[in-house]
């Protein structure tokens, strides 16, 4: 028997004040209510008539949390389906690992190891500290807990790269290979964490989604030589496809560039951009992807007019819809769309737009940590540009022509 749910996350000013935060619960706390979605404006959807965001609630798809009925998988074609006999065990193995949400040139790291074993970097002319790694990543965790405090949260799975070595003044005359642990100073130049909501979920063309929270920070794209000014941080949330582990961003629940001067401002902007998000208008624009094909033919166009793209002579460029990929992104969307096992093409060589969506979001991984957000996104609004243009909208038309 199906239940109603409800997600009533606490007030914004409510969710400030940590140290008398009271979780409010209604109904039952395993179930979420389905709002009506309508193209309005989202603090519309949230706030009433007085337009205060103490009075905001999330309300998250109804059947997130229900019991679903077994929903038919995507046919996928024999000739294009594995010989699980043949397969070895280290294969089957390897499979079943969890899939990372970035690779690229990154590694995985515990938050322990940013809090214990990472300096923490400041701006040189005023020695004024940064908001470190771990730090963003306390706020946002702490913010999640606050917006949805009786629902299940995983801990952060963090991805580094570009490591920034140093050395303590007393070991400034030893060789390195010479230096002790404790002689030795590290940190991350740019970090990506993400921060999953396992119990809210939703199936999109036999694929399973969960809500996520995450953030990206990079170093590089500060001035520590500098006096301290306002830092830059990128937040979303979203969804994440548990199949392959793709993010899936949305323009309204994405921040590009967060600028703060502190902790506490950092934790206002996540909360605003969480209380704002609305998940029911980004799955149904999810949804929709995959309702519409694009032919073999039409995949070749879009596949050869975007390495076209990349050489365009810049006034030719700025008339057509920005596309944020390069030709090693379209090279591996090409080879993923023969070989890749949940997103490759039909018998006849269709394929919808949501599998397109997932080779853009799949090829991303390669991305570096700093521009692996802006490219998630770019992802969506791409595709969302091309079914526009098999329903006549002309925009996007030139990708296909």
Not at 148 to 176: C, L, M, Q, W
Not at 183 to 197: D, G, H, L, V
Not at 268 to 275: D, I, N
Request: net charge negative; proline share 4%; glycine share 2%.
């Amino acid at each position: 028997m199906d239940t109603q749910n409800i997600i009533k996350p606490t007030a914004f000013n409510e969710a400030l004040e940590t140290s008398n935060f009271t979780p409010k619960l209604e109904k039952d706390t395993n179930t979420m209510e389905l709002r009506n979605v309508a193209y309005k404006q989202i603090r519309d959807i949230f706030l009433d008539d007085s337009d205060s965001i103490e009075e905001a609630e999330i309300f998250y798809p109804s059947k997130m949390n229900e019991e679903h009925k077994p929903e038919p998988q995507k046919e996928v074609q024999a000739f294009l389906m594995p010989n699980l006999e043949d397969a070895s065990t280290e294969e089957v193995l390897k499979e079943s690992e969890p899939k990372p949400f970035i690779i690229a040139n990154t590694i995985e790291v515990p938050l322990h190891h940013l809090k214990q074993d990472c300096i923490v970097p400041v701006f040189s002319k005023d020695n004024e500290r940064t908001v470190a790694h771990q730090e963003f990543i306390d706020v946002v965790l702490n913010a999640t807990q606050k917006v949805f405090p009786h629902h299940s949260i995983t801990d952060p799975e963090i991805r580094v790269s570009h490591i920034v070595k140093g050395r303590t003044p007393e070991a400034i005359y030893k060789n390195a290979k010479d230096l002790l642990d404790h002689e030795k100073t590290i940190y991350y130049e740019r970090m990506a964490f993400i921060i999953k909501i396992p119990s809210i979920t939703e199936v999109v063309n036999g694929n399973n989604l969960s809500l996520c929270i995450g953030g990206v920070r990079a170093y590089n794209q500060e001035n520590l030589y500098n006096k301290k000014t306002l830092e830059k941080f990128k937040f979303f949330i979203g969804f994440q496809n548990q199949v392959c582990m793709n993010l899936c961003v949305w323009s309204d629940g994405f921040v590009e560039d967060m600028r703060v001067s502190n902790a506490l401002e950092l934790q206002s902007k996540a909360l605003e951009v969480m209380q704002n998000y609305n998940a029911d208008l980004h799955l149904m624009e999810i949804k929709e992807l995959s309702q519409d094909y694009l032919t073999e033919h039409q995949f070749a166009q879009l596949i050869g007019k975007s390495r076209l793209y990349q050489h365009l002579p810049k006034q030719e460029k700025q008339k057509i819809p920005l596309l944020n990929f390069n030709d090693s992104h379209i090279n591996t969307m090409a080879k993923d769309y023969y070989e890749d096992k949940n997103f490759c093409r039909l018998e006849d060589g269709m394929i919808n737009l949501w599998d397109v969506y997932n080779l853009f979001t799949q090829a991303n991984k390669s991305s570096y940590i700093d521009t692996f957000l802006d490219r998630n996104l770019n992802a969506f609004e791409f595709s969302r540009g091309i079914q526009k243009t098999l329903n006549g909208n002309s925009d996007y038309h030139w990708f296909l022509s």
